[in-house]
């Protein structure tokens, strides 16, 4: 074991918030109280409660954990932009209760991934004869975006019925939606269609049939896709209307990685420092996915501040709260080593 992931107590210290450069700050604080204060997040990665009476404070059952996230989802909700993607990790049932809260208050599930830590995670620990149950070896992380709304009077429009809506309002028939893209008829089948095949414009097309709307649409309705009520939103405005994602080759919804071991797993004596600590490479994956350079992510559950260690190696600006003083000092020493 080398000293470098053993854990001692004697770095306990009061500091709060901890900073590293301009590139993380870690408060050893409830993150209730710190949300307000931090820049608004690209990133938002959830590892809190899971309804096993893990650490302090989380419920002994799933069914306690809606009323603990209630508070948090409200916020993230509150503070969240159009860009912003949220990763929830937690056990299925966990993920099964706090969804509702989460759609209440407009993130959009986009896909569940599956965390299947392999069959040597509970190898040794299963008693066929008595199980009720096939051994589970997996958690979820789920990505979830925010849903954009349009308010047309006293309607709520989603994107795409927006989009449609503005169209129709011009007056111009659908298909000239193609001419004022230059395209054959990927305008209409794409981004003016009302089915599920719809697509986010681009940031190009978004401008031209904006443009040719605004030229040769009814006069009196002018201007058209506008939210200033002046003019029509600009490119660069409308491309960060939608949360970042860049999709890697060859990488699935099902991330076969065993549970921290070895060097990577922050000890005290031969007993894991946190129970929950995260793999560095699937808090990278979700990041890289979801970000770029420069851009915050935000880690409200700390423990041993994973994310945000992810985020500090991968060149993002990171935000994180461990309420616990211990797996708070923890953090912080893996931090300043790292
Ligand atoms: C599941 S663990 C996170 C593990 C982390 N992802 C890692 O890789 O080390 C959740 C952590 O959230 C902390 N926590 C719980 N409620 C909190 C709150 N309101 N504010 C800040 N931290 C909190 C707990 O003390 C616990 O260490």
Not at 17 to 24: A, I, Y
Not at 224 to 234: A, V
Request: aromatic residues 12%; neutral net charge.
């Amino acid at each position: 074991m080398s000293q470098r992931n053993q854990m001692s107590l004697t770095s306990l210290s009061a500091r709060r918030p901890f900073h590293l450069g301009d590139g993380v700050e870690v408060a050893n604080a409830d993150v209730l109280e710190m949300y307000g204060r931090w820049p608004a997040a690209t990133v938002i990665v959830s590892d809190g409660a899971y309804g096993v009476s893990g650490f302090e404070g989380d419920p002994p059952t799933a069914s306690g954990l809606a009323e603990w996230y209630a508070p948090h989802v409200a916020e993230w909700s509150r503070l969240a932009t159009p860009e912003t993607t949220l990763w929830f990790w937690n056990t299925e049932l966990g993920w099964a209760t706090v969804h509702p809260i989460l759609a209440m208050h407009g993130w959009e599930y986009r896909c569940a991934n599956i965390w299947d830590k392999g069959l040597a995670h509970v190898a040794g620990n299963c008693n066929t004869v008595t199980l009720r149950k096939l051994p589970v070896v997996t958690e979820v992380c789920v990505q979830y975006t925010r849903q954009v709304r349009f308010q047309v009077g006293p309607r709520s429009l989603s994107m795409k019925e927006w989009l449609r809506y503005e169209w129709e309002r011009s007056g111009l028939p659908l298909y000239k939606t193609n001419e004022a893209c230059g395209v054959k008829n990927a305008a209409t089948r794409k981004y003016f269609t009302q089915d599920h095949l719809w697509y986010f414009p681009p940031p190009e097309a978004f401008e031209q049939f904006a443009a040719y709307a605004n030229e040769k649409g009814r006069p009196a309705g002018r201007p058209y896709f506008s939210l200033s009520g002046t003019d029509p939103i600009p490119a660069a405005q409308w491309a960060r209307m939608r949360a970042k994602f860049s999709c890697p080759v060859g990488v699935s919804n099902v991330w076969r990685e065993p549970a921290v071991r070895g060097e990577e797993r922050l000890k005290t004596g031969s007993r894991a420092f946190h129970l929950n600590q995260k793999p560095l490479s699937l808090m990278r994956r979700i990041i890289e996915i979801s970000s770029d350079p420069g851009d915050v992510v935000w880690e409200p559950f700390g423990g041993l501040c994973t994310a945000s260690l992810a985020a500090l190696l991968d060149g993002r600006r990171a935000f994180a709260a461990e309420i616990n003083p211990e797996f708070f000092a923890a953090a912080i020493e893996r931090l300043g080593d790292a």
